[in-house]
């Protein structure tokens, strides 16, 4: 297994450090999703190689439940956009 890091598919940490305070996790997944995504082409894309190219992927995070974390966010981001046509599997 190997590990590729792509932080720009992330949520910034200044966005994050208001989770909880000023901003509920549905708006910051709401704002990653619309602000965030669109201008990642490349590292999406960058993604969608290694998926190809290794025929699996494990997307990881500190956050265990993925309804909880941004993992499921850009999955259904890839997945709109067509981008993603793999079965994906939240374990």
């Known amino acids: 297994m190997e590990y590729f890091h792509i932080p720009e598919l992330g949520i910034p940490s200044k966005m994050r450090k208001e989770l909880g305070k000023s901003v509920s996790q549905k708006q910051l997944f709401n704002e990653y999703e619309t602000n965030i995504l669109p201008h990642q082409e490349e590292a999406k894309q960058q993604l969608i190689n290694l998926i190809i190219e290794h025929q699996r ?3 990881v995070c500190f ?3 993925s309804h ?3 993992r499921r966010t850009l999955i259904e981001h890839l997945e709109k956009e067509r981008l993603l046509t793999k079965p994906v599997m939240h374990i």
């Open 57 to 59: 992927a494990a997307l």
């Open 63 to 65: 956050e265990a439940d």
């Open 68 to 70: 909880l974390c941004h």
